[in-house]
Each structure stands twice: as C-alpha cells, then as structure tokens.
C-alpha cells in the first residue's frame, strides 16, 4: 500500500530558470510619428537641389557660356570701333600722358594724324564713287559683250554655223540664271543659319579672352592665380605690359626676349629676377606700371615690387608666393631670446623682416623717429617694440607722453623718468613742458664743456596729432597756445628746437601720429625726422608728408599699402636700415609684442638699472625741496651718481634746477651732511644718507615745534 506524503511547509529554495514561471511584459507600440509636411519636404528638396555642385556647376557653364557670347560682342564692338575711330590713337596717347612719356604721347598722335588724313581721304573718294562704279559697270559690261561675241565669231567661223555667235552670250546668261536659282535655295537656309553662325563667332572670341567673372570660369581657369613663375612668363607680362618700344624690342628679339631677364632666384617667400631692359625703355616706365605687371603674373599688386639695382637700364622684380603676404611673421628676438641686450651706439633692433624674408634692423643712433599712419594699423606696437629694445640699454633714459591714454605704455612705469597717460588738454599741457624740459636739458648740455660725453635721452610722444591740436593757451602773461604749427606754439617750438640741436647731445625726438595733414603734423616737424615710416594711408599726398617727395618718387607707396590686411607693415625711408642700392625705401613687416611680453621685456630693463622714481606729472610750481626732490628722483636706489641725480632733478624741474651744477648739488647735501662720495672713482649720492637727512630734519622740526 503506498503512501501520500503531504509537505506542510512552503518551499523556501528559490525557483531555478527551468522552474520560474514565465512572465509576459506586454510593451505598448510607439505613438507614430507625426508626418513631415509636404511643404516642408519641397522647402528640403528645392534646397538640396539648389546647392547641389551638379546645379552649381550647371548654373556656372550657363552662365560662362552666355558671358562669353555678351562680352564677346562688346570686344568685336570694340574693336570695330577702334578700327574705325582714332579712339585706340587717343586712348594710347592718354595713358603715354599719364606715365610723363611724352616721346610716346608725340608718337600716337602723329599716327593719329595719319589715320585721320586717309580716312579723310577715302571719304572724299566715295563723293566720286557712283559716277566711277557707273562708268566701270558700262565699259566692263560692254568689253564683256564684245569679247563674247568676238568668241562666238571665232566659233561660227570654225563650225561654219552662223548661229554659233550668240552661242557664247546665251551660255553666260544661263550661267548666270543657274547662279540666281542657287541663291535662291540657299537664301532661305543662310537667313535662319547667319544669326547662330554670328553667335558662335562672338562666343569663341569671347572664350579666348575668358571674358566672364572668374566664380563663372572653369576650375583650372581659377585656380591659375599664383602659378610658378617662369621666364615665359616673366617676358609675355612685360610684352603686354603696354609699352611700345618694350613689346616692339621683345617680338624683333631672335629668342623672344629670354636674353633679357636673368636668373631666377628664390628670395623669401617669393622670387627675385633682374630685367636688362632694351635700348629705349626706361626702368621708371616700367615702374609706373606695377599694377598691370602684377596682373600679368597673376598676382596681387602688393605682391610684386619693382626695384632698381646697381646696374644700369636695369629693374629687379621680386614677386611674392601667392598668399604669402598674409601669412604672420614669427615672434620677435626680444620675446623668445631673453638674454638680449641693447646698445644705443652701436646696435641695431630687431624690428621685423623685409619682403624677401631677411631680417630688418635699424639703428637708432642720434636719429629722431616719425612713424604715422592711419588709425589700427599698429603705429604703437611699431613704435613701442623700438623703447623696449633700446629700454636693455641702461644708460637710455626716457621721457614718455602718450596722449591716447590706454595704457599701452604702462609697461615704462618704474623705467621712464616721466609718463604723462591721458588725452585731454591738461595732459597735452603736461606733456609740451615735458618737452620743454627736455630742451632745458638738451641746453645745459650744449653749454657743457667739449668732449663731455652724455647718456642718450629719448623724448617719446605717442599721438602726437593730439598736441599739434590742442587749442589750449597759457594763462597770466604768457598766452601762447600750446597746440599749432606756428610759431607761437610752444609744442611746435620744443619739438623744432629737438630737431635742431638734440642729435648733437644725445636728446633725441621720437613721435607717433596718425593720419597725417599739414595741420596735424607741420611740415618743419616732419622733415626733422632722421628715420621716417609710415603704414597704411589712404593717398598719395598724406605718403608724401609722411615720408617725402624723394621716397615716394623713388617707389614708397604707403597708400597701396592694405588698411587691416598690411596692419604692422611699414614703408621706411632712413640711413638706419640697410636699404638695397638705388631705393629710397624699404618695406619691413614688424614684429607684434603683446602687452603681457612687452611688460617681461620691462621686468627685464628695470633690472638692469637702479631704481627710477616716475614722474607722471611735471611740477612747475614755485615753491620746491632741494632735498626732498633729491630723495624723489633718488628712488629706490642704493646710490645714483651725481650727473644722473642733475639730470633727473632738470627733467623734474627745469625751472628749478635746470641750471644746476655740481657745486650747487653739493652745496645742498654738504649743509644736510649728506654729501657726495665717490665709489669706484666716480661721484656719486647714497639714498641712506638722503633718509637719514630728511629724518633728522624732521625731528628737529618736531622739537622745534614742541
């Protein structure tokens, strides 16, 4: 008998995959998505198609093709009117005229003169024309007549048919009844077959001169900008230059103008060749024709230049790399060589590179400075980059204006001996006295005894426009403005005088302006200036103010220059920088220095010097401490020497103690027993002492009081 055994307990194991129960999770469907409105997928549709490069393509053969039947009329009009006019005479002899070639200009219109007689006289012969065509029509038909019938009477004479004499006369009327009929069939077919015949003739001279916008050309069309030059190429741009005698020379030349050039060489970032011109041709009409050369090579005008070397008839072409003008220069030696120094008398700053690439650098030797140019072109950076180099020579003091006052040469603070920062009238007030100190000084110096030898001191104002503006005047008895160009303004005067006498001791100018005018910056002040550069600006006149007639004459031109695209580029007319023979100018890409590595390279000078106290104000007041203002320009100094404590004091006030000698110096420190002493044989004035003096002086005050 079997036995039913029933578990009272539950199953506390948990159930294995073989005996889970299976559950079903039932998921609900998606909500379907909504459907893109048909106006939507049209809106997509067009667009696609529209900037499909199928379409793209298409829209630009359309385009080309139907450019070059248009433009292709124009040019046949054109030509047919310059072959029926004396205007391709007049037109030539406009632009001999505007190149000063008036050998050329004479030449056109002699042949202009010609044109017009036998047009003249071809005119006149049509007046007789009808009555001699209908005299010519008569006798030729009638000799025709009689040799026909002179022929059929030879024939009826051989066949011995009389009839055989109109044979010849009725055998040309046929033919020429046959000649008629075939016009007749052909008319029709030529009527409707002329016009498109008369199109494709316009479209092909059309295509020969790709005359259609260059989007609409064929790629390799376009893409032709910047190709390799060669001497073909060279040779064909200076025959299509249109100069007469140069393209007359080169196609009666055997080797089609090869011998002309010479080797071509790699310079920079582009090349370099000379050009022997023929016998004829001169190197300015070549010049005078940059524009149309850079075309014809297939370049931008800014990048081809048009030099003149040593050798005679003879002009050097560097043309750049496609491109390779926009392209940055790399940092400057002052930024990434952190041991450099400076030498005011003997070095040159490393200020950029010139267009071949080189290096370029100029020397600041007793040389005043005028840099101009149009606002944001980089005038300050240019300007600055020159102080901060020349800041790494210690003996270099500095007096600062910077009449914008954004602080673009906060840097100098604690290295200049003056920085005036502001634009309004009181700092242009600030920064003439500054200047007239600087005279006071350049004065004293002069009065020196001979061979005294003194540290350079370079009298810096930005924005120099401002001053040369200002219409504020003097107050009391003394009402002379302080702006002008004239002589009254005691800006104007104090920057003249600089000019005149500074160089000899060691005081030099140096100034920035922008846009320059006969009113913002005077013609004497201008051309006081031993090193003259200028950016981008806007006409020939203001390049002519900012770097003279010479330079602009000889090839400077600040105005092709591109305002923005060129920022930091400057044209450079000095004896400072070494310039190739037979150029007045020179063109340099500057270095950019930031704000933050501008400061280093100051961290950098200030190290190298003692302690300079800057002044950013000139006090002219009456009342003055000799030994307070001692203390002042002393600075953080352990010692200064004397010379340097007289010149400081001057720069401070030079009503004051512009005519300082030593004796008087010393006579000031003796009486507060804080006299002069030399170290290392040379005199000079210890901070300590100074303290000490003014501490003691205090005291004594103190009990004086009590």
């Known amino acids: 008998m079997s036995e039913n055994v029933v578990h009272l307990h539950k199953a506390t194991d948990p159930p294995t995959a073989d005996t889970a129960p299976t559950v079903l999770t039932v998921v609900p469907d998606a909500p379907p998505a909504r459907p893109v409105p048909l106006w939507v997928r049209s809106g997509r549709a067009v667009k696609s198609a529209a900037t499909h490069e199928t379409t793209r393509a298409t829209v630009r053969a359309a385009a080309r093709h139907g450019l070059y039947t248009f433009n292709g009329g124009r040019i046949v009009a054109r030509r047919a009117w310059d072959g029926r006019t004396g205007s391709r005479y007049e037109r030539m002899i406009r632009a001999a005229e505007a190149a000063g070639n008036l050998e050329a200009a ?174 004829g041709v001169a190197t300015n009409e070549v010049q005078a024709k940059r524009r149309k050369l850079a075309e014809n090579l297939t370049r931008h005008e800014h990048e081809v230049f048009i030099t003149i070397p040593q050798a005679a008839r003879t002009v050097r072409l560097w043309v750049a790399d496609s491109g390779a003008l926009d392209e940055p220069i790399g940092p400057s030696p002052l930024v990434t060589d952190d041991t450099m120094t400076a030498d005011y008398t003997k070095g040159k700053a490393p200020w950029g590179q010139d267009l071949r690439g080189d290096a370029a650098a100029l020397s600041l030797y007793q040389r005043h400075l005028l840099i101009t140019g149009l606002s944001n072109q980089g005038k300050t950076v240019a300007l600055r980059s020159l102080a901060l180099w020349l800041s790494l020579d210690k003996s270099v003091q500095f007096l600062m204006g910077d009449l914008k006052g954004a602080g673009d040469w906060a840097m100098f603070d604690g290295l200049a001996t003056t920085l005036i920062q502001g634009p309004t009238d009181e700092h242009v007030i600030q920064v003439t006295e500054m200047v007239e100190g600087a005279v006071d000084e350049m004065n004293r110096r002069l009065q020196a005894p001979p061979g ?60 920035g302006t922008q846009d320059p005018t006969n009113e913002n910056l005077p013609k004497l002040v201008r051309e006081g200036a031993h090193t003259r550069a200028s950016l981008a600006l806007g006409t020939e006149s203001q390049a002519r103010m900012a770097l003279g007639d010479k330079a602009v004459d000889g090839g400077a031109a600040p105005n092709l220059l591109r305002p923005g695209l060129d920022r930091g580029t400057l044209v450079v007319a000095s004896d400072g920088i070494s310039i190739p023979a037979g150029q007045s100018s020179i063109t340099v890409r500057t270095h950019y220095i930031d704000d933050d590595a501008a400061t280093a390279i100051t961290d950098r000078a200030k190290a190298l010097r003692d302690g300079v106290t800057t002044l950013h104000a000139i006090d002219r007041s009456a009342e003055h401490d000799p030994l307070a203002d001692i203390a002042a320009v002393i600075g953080d100094a352990p010692r200064v020497r004397t010379k340097d404590v007289l010149a400081r004091l001057a720069a401070r006030n030079a009503d004051a103690y512009g005519d300082w000698s030593f004796l008087d110096l010393k006579r000031v420190l003796d009486d507060a027993d804080a006299g002069p002493y030399k170290s290392d044989g040379v005199m000079c004035v210890a901070r300590d002492r100074v303290a000490r003096a003014l501490a003691n002086r205090e005291d004594e005050g103190s009990a004086s009081a009590e």
């Open 106 to 279: 004479e030449e056109w219109e002699e042949r202009l003169q010609r044109f017009r007689a036998a047009r003249h006289h071809r005119r006149m012969d049509l007046l007789h024309s009808p009555v001699e065509a209908a005299k010519g029509v008569a006798v030729g038909a009638g000799m025709s007549i009689g040799v026909l019938v002179a022929l059929g009477v030879v024939m009826a004479i051989s066949t011995g048919h009389v009839g055989d004499v109109i044979t010849p006369l009725s055998a040309t009327v046929d033919f020429i009844a046959l000649l008629i009929r075939i016009v007749q069939v052909v008319w029709g077919p030529a009527l409707s077959i002329g016009p498109f015949l008369a199109l494709l003739a316009l479209w092909s001279v059309g295509r020969k001169q790709h005359a259609a916008p260059a989007w609409a050309l064929p790629a390799n069309v376009r893409n032709s900008e910047g190709e390799p030059i060669t001497p073909s190429i060279v040779v064909k741009a200076l025959r299509d230059l249109g100069v007469p005698a140069l393209a007359r020379a080169i196609k009666e030349m055997g080797d089609a103008g090869a011998s002309m050039l010479g080797p071509i060489r790699i310079a920079g970032c582009g090349v370099e060749v000379d050009v022997t011109l023929p016998s």
């Open 452 to 511: 005294t030898v003194f540290p350079p001191l370079i009298v810096l104002v930005d924005e120099a426009q401002v001053a040369f503006m200002c219409p504020a005047k003097g107050t009391g008895k003394d009402k002379r403005p302080y702006g002008g160009a004239k002589a009254d303004s005691r800006y104007f005067m104090a920057v003249r005088k600089i000019h005149n006498q500074g160089r000899a001791v060691n005081v030099l100018m140096w100034q």
